[in-house]
């Protein structure tokens, strides 16, 4: 029982990291973050790149800590599980190639192609306020994952009063899955 449950344990770690783990965004902000979310490959060449096909809106303060954090496992899994659900991605395989795919489409799927290819590596965003629905002045960029030669953006960012920031990174867990965090301040 124990090499069966190892087994299981270990095919389901590896599908998980096949899209190169999971997309955590953390707003700590009082601003709505209305973005997009990038994946590509970085073995080189940069295709596939994968983005968001709608822009992603998360509300002020949605963070881990209180349980409201934009949370993407994969392509197709967070559509169910997230609770900013992405209904279909952008995907492009060369540079004069994009296709739009929904999210339960077959080549999105944890284990795939394109998950095996891709991993989560820039954000590009405004913040608004939520009460006016007004553009924050300064406050929109893009990040980049460091080491990322498709996107060349830094991985930290501040705006030009200093009040706010932005930054992206990833973390390993124990258990060797990646984590890629978009950090909003």
Known sequence: MKKILTIVGITIASLVYSQGGTMIVNNYTPYEYRGALIANNFSGGCYPIIGTNAGVIIPPDS???NGNAL????????????????????????ANSNSIRPWNHGSLIPGGTL??????SASKFEMYDPATSAYVPGFNTTVSLAGNSCYMAPDYFVTPSGANSAEIFTITTSTGLVETYLQLY
């Open 115 to 120: 998950s095996n290819n891709t991993k989560w």
């Open 63 to 65: 963070h881990t800590g």
């Open 71 to 94: 949370i993407y496992t994969n392509y197709r899994d967070q559509y169910t599980t997230s609770l900013y659900p992405m209904p279909s991605w952008t995907v492009s395989l060369a």
